[in-house]
């Protein structure tokens, strides 16, 4: 169970315990003191704890009256409680959360192929807005609620959220991590991007692990605990703005490929699986990409692993490479229409 679920069921489970313990001290009080029947003993401790003032079944001895009085005042307490937590759950909105919740458990369940984002802060919110306007299904691990019960009710779709500690195995199964397609760690702490990192690829080899660090020294920490790229946001933001003295219109057209700028383009990468049957096998001249839909293929990767920038007109995709897309996303959308099987 995840913290955000523990926090908000313990004082349920606890008023819930509270009255078991409650009539079980009544039933076997009954019975000890008493010696009552289980049924006799029972049925005291109904009357009792409901105070509906019905009649002892026998005349209590002198220590069984005792012992009803401190069990009474020993219920009103809890009577209190349980009354208190049930307000709230019902009147405040509790129990629709806990619904919400299971809601939630049982919907990333259900998820394959997703992206785990650890973090919700400036980054991890920025690779959720990114991710989501890409389509992509992602999982959220963040420790603070009002953080995303806050970015919940500013969004028109479903955030899905596990509340812990992302660095804990429980965590990051609770998120999906072993049907996961990819993480994104962006947790301030170097430290904790490297335990997440080191966690995740022992989970799922087969993961894609972006992590954020602030330091240079942690950049080869955390390819050897399983990255498979670290982003260093101070670093590039400091080169960002070196080369918009240097070279600004370089940089206004990166950020348009960015989707920073007025004009968004959008880079898109199209494998060779995807292509329609009877498109395989063709040259990038004979596909004709850029007079079908406006788009223009910039680049290749080819199965070997080896990127081909501009490549050759009479070149032939083979199954392995991805063709590296750039165009406007109505471009892109007229491609993957006419393009995609």
């Known amino acids: 169970m995840d913290f955000w679920k523990r926090a908000n069921l313990s004082r349920f489970a606890t008023a819930l315990l509270l009255t078991v313990v409650s009539f079980s001290v009544g039933v076997i009080g009954f019975i000890t003191i008493e010696h009552f029947s289980v049924a006799d003993a029972f049925y005291m401790t109904m009357i009792t704890v409901s105070t509906v003032g019905f009649g002892e079944l026998h005349p209590l001895s002198e ?15 809890v009577i209190a409680y349980l009354v208190s937590v049930m307000t709230t759950y019902i009147f405040d909105g509790e129990l629709r959360n806990v619904f919400n919740m299971l809601r939630n458990d049982q919907e990333i369940r259900n998820l394959e192929n997703h992206v785990i984002v650890c973090g919700f802060g400036r980054n991890g919110r920025k ?6 306007a890409n389509g992509a299904q992602v999982v959220v691990i963040e420790q603070n609620q009002q953080l995303m019960r806050a970015a919940a009710e500013t969004l028109p779709h479903t955030l899905f959220a596990v509340f812990g500690d992302a660095t804990s195995d429980e965590s990051l199964r609770q998120a999906g991590v072993e049907r996961a397609r990819a993480v994104i760690t962006t947790l301030p702490k170097d430290a904790d ?4 990192a080191l966690t995740a690829r022992e989970l799922n080899e087969n993961l894609t692990i972006i992590a954020r660090a602030s330091l240079k020294t942690s950049e080869s ?3 050897r605990a399983g990255a498979n790229s670290v982003v260093m946001p101070d670093e590039i933001g400091g080169s960002h703005m070196a080369n918009l003295v240097m070279r600004p219109e370089v940089i206004r057209f990166v950020e348009m490929i960015s989707g920073l700028g007025p004009n968004k383009l959008r880079l898109e990468e199209f494998g060779y699986a995807q292509l329609r049957r009877e498109l395989r096998g063709r040259s990038i001249r004979e596909l004709d990409v850029r007079s079908r839909t ?8 080819l199965a070997t692993g080896e990127l081909v920038v501009s490549p050759n007109a009479d070149t032939r995709p083979v199954p392995g490479d991805v063709l590296l897309l750039l ?6 959308r007229t491609l993957l229409t006419q393009f995609r099987g």
Do not use: C, M, P
């Not at 406006?294 to 990767?301: F, N, R, Y």
């Open 327 to 332: 165009g406007t996303d109505e471009q892109i």
């Open 63 to 77: 220590t069984g009256r005792i012992f009803v009085s401190f069990y009474i005042f020993f219920n009103l307490l």
């Open 193 to 196: 991007n490297v335990f997440v």
């Open 127 to 132: 690779a959720y807005d990114e991710l989501q």
């Open 294 to 301: 406006g788009a223009t293929v910039i680049g290749l990767k």
């Open 221 to 223: 920490k955390l390819l």
